[in-house]
């Protein structure tokens, strides 16, 4: 979403309150997003990086989040703008730490 601006907006930024049809599917959309973030911390979790996962409230809680930010992004000119990788490094350190130290 952050290489192809139009796959946020279509995804986040532009579905909610449009229509119902696209409200139906950005919903979905959100949960498996958050289905994404909850199987990457289980997988921390068993690789000994983090004591335990976190619930599943917290992957919403990171994607809601993440949702935001990107909506930010692409609503703020690109020519002020925080780098792609700066956008991504910063989005993945919050995300990581959310658990706690191990």
Known sequence: MVR????ARE???E???VSEALEQERRP????????????FEGFAAAGL????PS???????VGGITEALVQRV?????????TSVFIDVVTAV????PGPL
Do not use: H, P, W, Y
């Not at 192809?4 to 796959?7: G, I, L, P, Q, T």
């Not at 959309?29 to 990457?40: I, K, P």
């Open 50 to 53: 983090i004591a335990s996962a």
């Open 11 to 13: 995804l986040q930024v």
């Open 56 to 62: 599943e409230l917290a992957s919403l809680i990171i």
């Open 29 to 40: 959309n959100f949960r498996r997003l958050a289905a994404a973030v909850d199987c990457a």
């Open 75 to 83: 609503q703020t000119e690109s020519s002020v703008r925080i780098r």
């Open 95 to 98: 995300a990581v730490q959310m």
């Open 15 to 17: 579905a909610g309150g």
């Open 4 to 7: 192809d601006e139009r796959k």
